[in-house]
């Protein structure tokens, strides 16, 4: 179990991931951690491996919190949508890297955040 640690600003933004092979999105990203949305309950305490975005590179990390938030429709499809929170273990190899690549390609412009794609 990793240790708590101090509340890091968070940056909204909305990418894609995959929590185990679960589609999700971030909804903010910090040096410490995720909030996301998915479609699976996660139980809290329970490791996980985050990918974020398009690159291969996963980032491990443990889930802190999980609720149910609503239930969507889709056509005759109905599922549960939950909001959890993951911290990563930095201390696993290349992870404190990845999550500074991650956030680097993330701009914090007044009034807007965007994702910045690489040519």
Do not use: K
Not at 49 to 78: E, H, K, M, N, Y
Not at 94 to 118: F, S, Y
């Amino acid at each position: 179990m990793l240790e708590p640690i101090a509340r890091a600003s968070r940056i909204p933004t909305d990418m894609l991931a995959r929590i185990g092979f679960a589609p999700s999105r971030v909804l903010n990203l910090s040096t410490t951690g995720a909030r996301l949305e998915t479609q699976l309950w996660l139980a809290p305490g329970r490791t996980c491996s985050l990918q974020i975005g398009d690159a291969g590179a996963r980032v491990p990390g443990v889930v802190v919190r999980c609720r149910l938030v609503r239930v969507a429709t889709v056509g005759d499809d109905r599922h549960s949508v939950y909001d959890a929170g993951i911290q990563f273990d930095l201390s696993a190899p290349g992870a404190r890297e990845h999550v500074a690549r991650l956030l680097a390609g993330i701009a914090d412009e007044p009034g807007e955040v965007r994702l910045l794609h690489a040519g």
